[in-house]
């Protein structure tokens, strides 16, 4: 039995201890916004916050959450207004729009640690998760925006 | 320059084509169409759209109802993949025509039904450059409606009736009703004539042309509330992986399910049966590990034994198919094109300059992998996926289970990235196979990155081989091009093991040099994988191929490529390729009559993108500029790539800048969101992309070994110009054609920094030191 809090509320797994924490959250829980994209932490996009810290939901383990606190995007702010989120929609980010949950929880979690990164700083952090359309040019500089200094 | 405009009747003969555009904008668009007698005033030019299946529609019945409140509802029958067409741009042209307010617009799906909604294909950059005529007309025809409603509330003339920004305004008094207040007199109302209609004028236009709508999903998105095929959740719903053929056209010889079924929350197994080739968008043989999660469903697939016969692909190899494709080549092939006598020009030639390329397979890695659900009740069936041809994707499974058309229901979500891919149905198909074995429970087919990456349908491999013959003045007077690919047609019919008339319309048949004799030839070149389209396809082959060998014979010359690229391109005119072709000139689906190979267009792309990217500027060592030039989807696109190498060999891409003239501009926003885009899928393909096979199979299995470009080596910049054009000039493809010029641009730009030719694609190490 893996406790776990998501999103503030406590969860209890009773299945398979190895299952990624991605899979509970999706088919379990239907916190969908966590993306399967490649399943094997090369892609982020299923980054979600655990005690803080951004983490791929696919490579880390049930077992390994118990006890801790995840965060989804879809509780990382009420209304859907994080500084992340607001950036991201002033400057018109999105395409397809399915890589985008798991770039904004990488980004607030970049942000909450380092409130002013420089370029290179936002590059290295940002280049964990994929985008196939391509959006990184805005990505880049919604983080920017979102950033303290802006 | 001459030039023919169907729709006017007028042949206006050396007059420059913007003169002749402005010409055209005084009088009005629709005032020259509607001087034609029998032309709808929509149709002001024609389009390929009534040759697609089921064509276009224009009726507001269809497309819009609008409640009491005033809210608007407008459906999107076309599939949304990231470029804002389908439910953004095609339901802003609307709602502008209707004088809606945008912020009181809501869209929903329209579910695959092709009959009803006329072509929902999303594909071949087409939804914009075909449904903005008859969209304007149908938001017109409902806007005249509401007019027509509010003149009979309030008893007066229609034509003192005007509707205003969400409102109904009677000119004379001032009296003003909500678009709501009459919207269910207006339902009941016919369709208006289209003689009734009045299109506005663009300088009334509140969005179209504009760029500023923000996209319907944008809060959506970036919430987690948007949902995929991935996402689809039904109650009861069952989740489904399957093990496929890994050869095309592999059976399955036999299989051991009983470690499978040990796996806790492992429910059923399902063999899925093969269909021989062509098998279009057939599943492939497979068992299917069905479960009440994914990864159950994941870890029975692992557990799963199974004995495959590979078939007739067995062997397929890259490395060997690379050296038959290139041996093809050099041999006469099948006459695709021909002008002059390009063997008596080479022969005569002063010089001739030989030079062979080469581009793989590639995958198209969306980032949603491909998923279905389905859901089998009472003799229906119902389906939920991220499909770019939802209608088309009903008919197919309907036929695939033997089903009424009609008992079939197909919901369209997002679809996280498509290219191409998710024109190919197969993963529905399989949904629907499955929901029959576990009705009425609903069951959803995830596909698996690796699955993704080794059973697509790929984008093909291309060898091209060219001799330029020059003169004693350096004149290019003989050409000849020989390509070698395997046909996209043989996913849908027997290998004609030859370019059918699409793919010889995709930058092979249609380079518009001035070369007095020019040959394109194709050889013979079997497929062994599935092919299928890849954003831009043929075009980024024989762009890279193209524009890199114009690069090169002008540095055998001496000359600045861009110099020589506007000299072989020769003086402004219209190509006409008709009696040069062998096989009737595609013109992506477009007449000629709108859309005509202008290379007064082509010759401005390049000369904005260079001036605009400081050509000819000192640039610091390891730093150059390269240039490239493509006209695709009937849009004309000039990159240059500025690029920064250092002395090991590893390059940066500070800046680019893109020239793209894609006619009337409809949504300037997601166009140049789209053309960052494509420099960034161009960057992926140029330095990466490559899947090889070996035995028949796939090498590569997730991002790790088909990598894709990330943040921190993408463009620092992308700076797009769109050429400015009226409303009359047609509006042109924008999702792919940015595409095909970004490869040559950055190997031209490498090549000008490092004096390193790059003729295979991918870059890969191939400039480590």
């Known amino acids: 039995m893996v406790n776990v809090q998501v999103n503030g509320q406590e969860r209890t797994f009773g299945g398979d201890p190895s299952m990624p924490l991605l899979w509970f959250l999706r088919d379990e829980l239907g916190l969908t916004g966590t993306k399967f994209g490649c399943g094997v932490a090369l892609c982020g996009a299923c980054t979600v916050h655990v005690n803080g810290e951004a983490v791929r939901a696919c490579g880390i383990q049930m077992s390994d959450v118990a006890g801790k606190k995840v965060v989804t995007i879809e509780g990382l702010d009420p209304n859907g207004s994080h500084p992340v989120q607001v950036a991201w929609r002033n400057l018109g980010v999105p395409q397809c729009g399915y890589c985008q949950c798991g770039q904004i929880m990488n980004a607030a979690a970049l942000l909450a640690k380092t409130p002013a990164p420089t370029d290179a700083e936002i590059d290295s952090a940002m280049a964990g998760n994929l985008c196939r359309c391509g959006c990184y040019q805005r990505i880049h500089a919604a983080v920017r925006a979102a950033s303290k200094g802006a | ?769």
Not at chain 2, 624 to 650: P, Q
Request: with cysteine.
């Open chain 2, 1 to 769: 320059m001459t030039y023919h405009h169907r729709t006017s009747g007028l042949i206006i003969h050396n007059v420059s084509r913007r003169d002749m555009l402005k010409g055209i904008a005084s009088v009005g668009g629709l005032v020259l169409a509607a001087q034609i007698p029998g032309l709808r005033p929509a149709l002001a030019y024609p389009t390929g759209a009534d040759q697609m299946p089921n064509g276009v529609r224009s009726d507001p019945h269809l497309f819009l109802s609008i409640a009491k409140d005033g809210t608007v509802t407008i459906v999107a029958a076309r599939a949304e993949m990231g470029t804002g067409a389908a439910r953004t741009t095609l339901p802003m042209i609307i709602a502008d025509e209707l004088e809606a307010d945008f912020d009181r617009v809501r869209i929903v799906q329209g579910e695959g039904d092709e009959k009803k909604y006329g072509n929902q294909d999303t594909d071949g950059s087409r939804s914009v450059r075909h449904w903005i005529q008859p969209l304007r007309e149908c938001g017109a025809s409902a806007r005249r409606m509401l007019e027509q409603a509010a003149a009979k509330r309030w008893n007066v003339d229609v034509g003192e009736v005007q509707a205003v920004h969400h409102e109904l305004v009677h000119r004379p008094t001032g009296r003003k009703l909500g678009y709501g207040d009459v919207a269910e007199d207006a339902a009941a109302l016919p369709t208006p004539a289209v003689d009734q209609i009045h299109l506005k004028e663009p300088s009334a236009f509140r969005y179209i042309g504009k760029g500023n709508v923000a996209v319907v999903d944008l809060f959506d998105i970036t919430t987690g509330r948007a949902v995929y095929g991935q996402d689809v959740m039904r109650p009861g719903m069952k989740f489904a992986v399957i093990a496929r053929s890994p050869v095309l056209g592999g059976t399955i010889v036999s299989y051991d399910a009983s470690a499978a079924t040990k796996v806790p929350g492992v429910e059923k197994i399902v063999k899925i049966n093969p269909t021989p080739a062509p098998a279009k968008f057939a599943p492939l043989a497979g068992v299917a590990v069905i479960a009440n999660n994914t990864y159950a469903a994941m870890k029975g697939r692992d557990a799963l034994k199974i004995v495959w016969d590979d078939g007739p692909n067995k062997s397929y190899d890259s490395v060997a198919y690379k050296a038959h494709l290139e041996e093809a080549n050099k041999s006469p092939g099948k006459v695709e094109r021909n002008e002059g006598d390009t063997d008596k020009g080479l022969a005569s030639a002063a010089k001739v300059i030989t030079r062979e390329y080469y581009v793989p397979h590639l995958a198209h890695a969306t980032m949603e992998p491909p998923a279905a659900t389905a859901q089998f009740t009472n003799g229906k069936l119902e389906v939920w996926s991220s499909l770019q041809s939802p209608g088309g994707a009903r008919e197919d499974i309907a036929k695939h289970l033997g089903m009424d058309v009609a008992d079939v229901t197909v919901h369209n979500t997002l679809l996280g990235g498509g290219f191409g891919r998710k024109s190919k149905c197969d993963y529905a198909i399989e949904a629907a196979l499955l929901a029959k074995e576990v009705g009425p429970s609903p069951v959803k087919v995830v596909w698996t990155r690796e699955d993704d990456i080794q059973n697509g349908f790929y984008h093909t491999v291309t060898a091209d081989r060219f001799e330029a013959g020059l003169d004693a003045n350096n004149k290019v007077v003989a050409w000849r091009q020989r390509s070698s690919a395997p046909s996209i047609l043989s996913t849908f019919a027997p290998d004609p093991k030859h370019p059918f008339f699409i793919e010889l319309g995709l930058g092979l048949v249609d380079a518009p040099f001035n070369v007095p004799n020019l040959r394109v030839e194709s050889g013979e070149a079997e497929a062994h994988t599935r092919i299928g389209w890849f954003r831009s396809v043929n075009n980024i082959a024989h762009a890279f191929s193209t524009q890199s060998f114009v690069a090169e014979i002008a540095h055998e010359l001496g000359r600045d490529p861009k110099d020589f690229l506007l000299e072989l391109i020769g003086p402004a005119r219209i190509v006409d390729l008709s009696k040069q072709v062998t096989t009737p000139y595609w013109n992506n689906g477009e007449p000629t009559t709108s859309y005509p190979i202008d290379t007064g267009r082509l010759r401005h792309v390049v000369e904005v993108a260079a001036e605009r990217a400081g050509w000819g500027r000192q640039m610091p060592k390891g730093r150059a500029l390269g240039l490239a030039a493509h006209r695709s989807f009937v849009t004309y696109v000039a990159t240059v790539v500025e690029v920064a190498v250092d002395d090991k060999g590893h390059y940066s891409i500070p800046r680019i800048d893109v020239a793209i003239d894609c006619g009337y501009a409809v949504n300037p926003e997601r166009i140049r969101s789209q053309i960052e885009g494509a420099s960034v899928m161009g960057l992926t393909l140029a330095q990466y992309g490559e899947i090889t096979y070996k035995n028949g199979r796939v090498e590569q299995s997730n991002f790790n070994d088909f990598q894709l470009a990330r943040i921190n080596e993408s463009p620092t910049e992308t700076r797009v110009h769109i050429i400015e054009n009226g409303i009359d000039v047609p509006s042109s493809g924008v999702g792919e054609p940015g595409v095909p010029p970004f490869a040559p641009a950055l190997c031209n730009a490498i090549f000008a920094a490092t004096g390193k030719r790059i003729r295979r694609l991918p870059i890969g190490d191939q400039l480590s030191i």
